[in-house]
């Protein structure tokens, strides 16, 4: 009799205590889980903000090459128009088309200085008024009408098409027709295009902080236009006018229901140029509130079954059927071991399975070891010549600009572009211009020290960081060298090329600190240098 009531009373206190322990763990699993929620929501901002400043960054790397191209091919198009002989305002819509089919263009417009199309390839836009949708298009055609130079917008929204459009505006001198050009930079069968089109606007690159949180449900960034808010995620998506108002005054709106909690947040971004200053987005994240509440039930849940277990075995195993049971196993145990110790065993079987064992564990790592490394150069360098691709080569670049300010060291930096590269590629095919790609790098490699790094751009595009130079004729010997290299023949198949280079140089942190900056100076360097006979090296300074 007293052993049963003390075996009851035993087994009513492991229940208090069971019960117990699980609402405190519950309970901490739900405050760590809110405190990891917030501190989340805290992280996500700040990735959100440095992604969206380097989205900006791309795009200012990004829009001079188009433009470029959209003002030259302004010009091609009004040659065209004045080849039909007639006044730009008595051109056809079947000519126009004719002259589009001919050009690099998405579309063309002919449009007068009310700011009304009264001729265009894209029908809807016919007889559209452009002041009375963008106020801000009064200002560009004025500043088009005296400058007589071709302007280039930045990429906007496009409400019609729902698609991202940039648009070039000309007025030629002596006309009374404005004209204009757009390209849809999302289209890949747009004929004008940058070498970093494909990371244009990087939805990817957005929606993976999404993939990787699991409290974040949606999420959407809105870039903020003088008159449209409009998503760098979803196209066609806005953001609603009344909610941007709102945060203009408080920053942020946190709206909460039952489940989830989502957040607007107005990030305004510190861009390197002028075009871009005062740039500003809307990041709107939906988080699941829900979770630490499940986290909290779950915990209890496990908790309450484990003690259950671990009370049903204790009692299961008080009575005198565990004492009968458990001496019968110890019987049984006895037995096993002292059959097993007149047992024979081959040793020399025993060491070979042991090794075939650790064989497979030291080659599951060796491919373990093989596949990382495979995946970071693969996120790192260039798939084609092995070299570092354009990121890898701005890590490296911001590393050499900090390296001058503590030694006083001086730097260099080479845009080496080749010349006449296009034709073998349309003339004998990609894999024989991927075969020179592969070359010339190894000679560019050969070139150099080993301390100094050789990256592609993309394209026929090579930049070479000289670190530590002792002076400018260091410089020039290394641009004799490559020049030398890359006029050396190439021999793919049966057939003989010869390639030369054109390259610009600028010197940090002589010319400057700041990275789009130089590499701006390098570029248009290479550019002058290809402009005046090209197989020749020109310095950003000269």
Not at 392 to 412: Q, S, T, V
Not at 430 to 443: K, M, N, P, S, V
Request: proline share 3%; hydrophobic share 40%.
């Amino acid at each position: 009799m007293l052993k049963r009531t003390v075996t009851i009373f035993l087994l009513i206190m492991i229940c208090v205590s069971t019960i117990a322990t699980a609402l405190c763990l519950g309970l901490y699993t739900y405050n760590e889980s809110l405190r990891f929620t917030d501190l989340t929501m805290q992280l996500v901002q700040k990735e959100i903000e440095r992604k969206s400043a380097y989205y900006y960054l791309t795009r200012l790397s990004v829009e001079p090459e188009i433009d470029s191209q959209m003002k030259t091919e302004l010009y091609m198009i009004y040659k065209d128009l004045v080849d039909t002989g007639k006044d730009l305002l008595d051109v056809t819509p079947e000519e126009l088309k004719v002259i589009k089919n001919r050009s690099q263009a998405d579309d063309i417009y002919l449009i007068n200085k009310s700011g009304v199309i009264y001729n265009t390839t894209f029908a809807p836009d016919l007889n559209f008024n452009l002041f009375s949708v963008d106020p801000n298009m009064k200002k560009v055609l004025d500043d088009v009408s005296k400058e007589h130079e071709p302007i280039a917008t930045q990429v906007g929204f496009s409400m019609l098409t729902g698609t991202f459009k940039k648009y070039a505006y000309y007025y030629p001198p002596g006309t009374d027709a404005i004209i204009e050009i757009s390209i849809d930079v999302n289209s890949p069968n747009s004929k004008i295009k940058s070498k970093l089109f494909q990371d244009y606007l990087m939805r990817d690159y957005f929606t993976e902080i999404m993939d990787k949180n699991p409290y974040i449900k949606e999420l959407d960034v809105y870039r903020v236009a003088s008159w449209i808010q409009y998503s760098l995620v979803h196209e066609g998506k806005k953001l609603d006018i009344k909610m941007f108002e709102k945060l203009q005054s408080e920053g942020q709106v946190k709206i909460q229901n039952d489940t989830t909690t989502t957040v607007y947040t107005l990030i305004s971004l510190e861009a390197s140029s002028e075009v871009y200053e005062n740039i500003q987005v809307v990041s709107e994240v939906t988080y699941d509130t829900s979770m630490p509440g499940l986290a909290a039930l779950r915990t209890v849940g496990y908790t309450l079954i484990i003690l259950l277990v671990v009370i049903s075995f204790t009692f299961f195993f008080s009575n005198r059927f565990f004492e009968q049971k458990f001496l019968r196993q110890v019987s049984n145990i006895k037995n096993s071991l002292q059959e097993k110790d007149d047992e024979e065993y081959n040793e020399q079987q025993i060491e070979s399975s042991a090794s075939d064992e650790f064989s497979q564990i030291a080659n599951s790592i060796a491919s373990r070891k093989k596949l990382e490394k495979a995946l970071r150069d693969a996120a790192t360098h260039d798939t084609l010549t092995k070299l570092p691709n354009r990121l890898l080569f701005m890590d490296r670049l911001e590393h050499a600009l900090l390296l001058p300010k503590h030694i006083n060291m001086k730097n260099g930096l080479l845009f080496v572009d080749l010349d006449g590269f296009k034709s073998i590629n349309d003339n004998f095919g990609h894999d024989c211009g991927d075969f020179c790609l592969e070359t010339i790098a190894e000679r560019l490699l050969a070139s150099v020290r080993n301390c100094d790094t050789v990256a592609r751009l993309g394209g026929d595009e090579f930049t070479i960081i000289l670190e530590d130079i002792p002076d400018i004729a260091y410089i020039n010997s290394v641009c004799e060298r490559i020049l030398a290299a890359v006029n050396k023949e190439i021999v793919y198949k049966s057939d003989i090329f010869n390639l030369s280079a054109s390259i610009g140089v600028s010197i940090f942190p002589q010319e400057g600190e700041d990275i789009m900056d130089l590499i701006s100076k390098a570029d248009q360097a290479m550019y002058i240098a290809k402009q005046t006979g090209k197989n020749k090296y020109i310095y950003s300074s000269s």
